[in-house]
């Protein structure tokens, strides 16, 4: 999984009111309503600045990425949510947390980033929320939505498989590609109307509707005219030409699934996000 950098989330703090400004632009609305929408809530049923949200810097394995607690703290305030960085990190972190009544604590290490509600045990997870997310976008950018459609999967890591699900019981048609044929082979034989592609740049340059979750570039020549993507790999997957003949770009490296989750750990939605899911079909796979 690409582990985020200093340099690629440097911009998110400053870059809040674009994101929005883009969202309304192509998916017709704002943040806040489009990770309800996400999720299956109405924004109208959550008093967002009741909230008190902690984000806890943690110190293991490859250890903090600078700016990394704030730009979450950034992403869940533009959400309405009153969000603070904890001073200490990790266990003594969580405690000045629980100690400051957070109601969501959100930390990640390498491995998990998540969101934990102190009141109601609500629990969500980053790989689940950013996949509900782009699926979600790329329904709304896509007029009519997705069901019965045709939709390529680029990647079929953590994030693609939770997308290759979701896009399944959302009704559309999935392609599903990646660098070890054999993941995308697995969620065929999985899932009914599930393909697994191997020739990537003709299943790019025949399918109009796509889900990037890879860290690879997608060369602008590939891309249909009108095509309609939603991109949560990083790093940014697309040049010129790419952006020229797409219709809609969705793409932002932390924000929207920072959304989801806030929005998911309130603990409202009907869905099943379990976590337990994830960990489960990661082992299954890998
Ligand atoms: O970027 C990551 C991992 N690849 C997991 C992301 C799941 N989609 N983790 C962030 C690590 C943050 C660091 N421990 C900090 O600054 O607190």
Redesign the pocket.
Known sequence: ????TAKIIENVPSGIAHLNEELEKKIKMDMRNFACRSIGVNAGDIDFGSYSVAI???????????G??RSVAVAVGALGMRSFVTEA?DVTGISEAFSSSADIIF???????IALNTKTRSFSD??WS?ARGYVTALGLAEEGGLEGKRVLVIGAG??GREAVKMLRNEGALVEVTDIIPERARMLESRFEGVRAISEVDEAIRSNRLILNASPGTIPGDLISQDAVISSPGVPYAFDEEGERRAKVIIHDVLSL?VAVMAVASVGLSLFDFSAADVVADRTAIQ
């Open positions: 999984m690409t582990r985020l806890v810097p943690v110190t293991s394995g490859e250890g903090i990425i600078g990394f607690s990190c930390m990640a290490d390498d491995e998990r980033f980053n790989i950013t953590r994030v699934g």
